[in-house]
T-cell receptor
Framework: GESVGLHLPTLSVQEGDNSIINCAYS??????FIWYKQESGKGPQFIID?????DKRQGQRVTVLLNKTVKHLSLQIAATQPGDSAVYFC??????????FGPGTRLSVLP | DARVTQTPRHKVTEMGQEVTMRCQPI?????VFWYRQTMMQGLELLAY????????DSGMPKDRFSAEMPDATLATLKIQPSEPRDSAVYFC???????????FGSGTRLTVV
């Protein structure tokens, strides 16, 4: 598949460690946020979402934290596995508008 | 699992030729998006439809791009004439009413030479 974003920031973590991927969003009116995972040659895949009335949401091995004060979103992946290697995008959705995707972060899991 | 189907997966064409990309949204989804992804620009929204009506195509170069939904099971994105700068991966995504975590297709990788 096509390599996405050769100039993307890259996070390298050891297999089994926890990963933290950060995202700064721009619109204080955004009330909904989503993290997507994109593997090589595939479309973005929904991971987890959070509404602006929450500051934390947990899924299976993933946690999203939202800090509205500084407009910051993070995705935490516990016990990172080789299958987690991908590009991760955050998306913000201002009410009544469409997704605005961030530039993405490449996660590389080292054996 | 229900999925969004895009065809073709890959397309290589010569500059000036017409290109048509197709998308079959998930049955029952009433919102369809077209995105373009490049290394330089990331994911860009080109157009989107709700209940087959175009709501926003401001991200699309109007002189050469057109997007349609002839029926609820088919969305098309057409480029005429194509140019090398159109080379990118084009994604379609669909979602249902009130569902804002949309499902993306696998994309069409377009190369214009």
């Amino acid at each position: 598949g096509e390599s996405v974003g050769l100039h993307l920031p890259t996070l390298s973590v050891q297999e089994g460690d926890n990963s933290i991927i950060n995202c700064a969003y721009s619109n204080s009116a955004s009330d909904y946020f989503i993290w997507y995972k994109q593997e090589s040659g595939k479309g973005p895949q929904f991971i987890i979402d959070i509404r602006s009335n929450m500051d934390k949401r947990q899924g299976q091995r993933v946690t999203v934290l939202l800090n509205k004060t500084v407009k910051h979103l993070s995705l935490q992946i516990a016990a990172t596995q080789p299958g987690d290697s991908a590009v991760y995008f955050c998306a913000e959705i201002p009410w009544g508008q469409n997704f605005v995707f961030g530039p993405g972060t490449r996660l590389s899991v080292l054996p | 699992d229900a999925r969004v189907t895009q065809t073709p997966r890959h397309k290589v064409t010569e500059m000036g030729q017409e290109v048509t990309m197709r998308c079959q949204p998930i049955l029952g989804h009433n919102t369809v998006f077209w995105y373009r992804q490049t290394m330089m620009q990331g994911l860009e929204l080109l157009a989107y439809f709700r209940n087959r009506a175009p709501l926003d195509d401001s991200g699309m170069p109007k002189d050469r791009f057109s997007a349609e939904m002839p029926d609820a099971t088919l969305a098309t994105l057409k480029i005429q004439p194509s140019e090398p700068r159109d080379s990118a991966v084009y994604f379609c995504a669909s979602g249902g009413t009130g569902h804002r975590g949309y499902t993306f297709g696998s994309g069409t990788r377009l190369t214009v030479v």
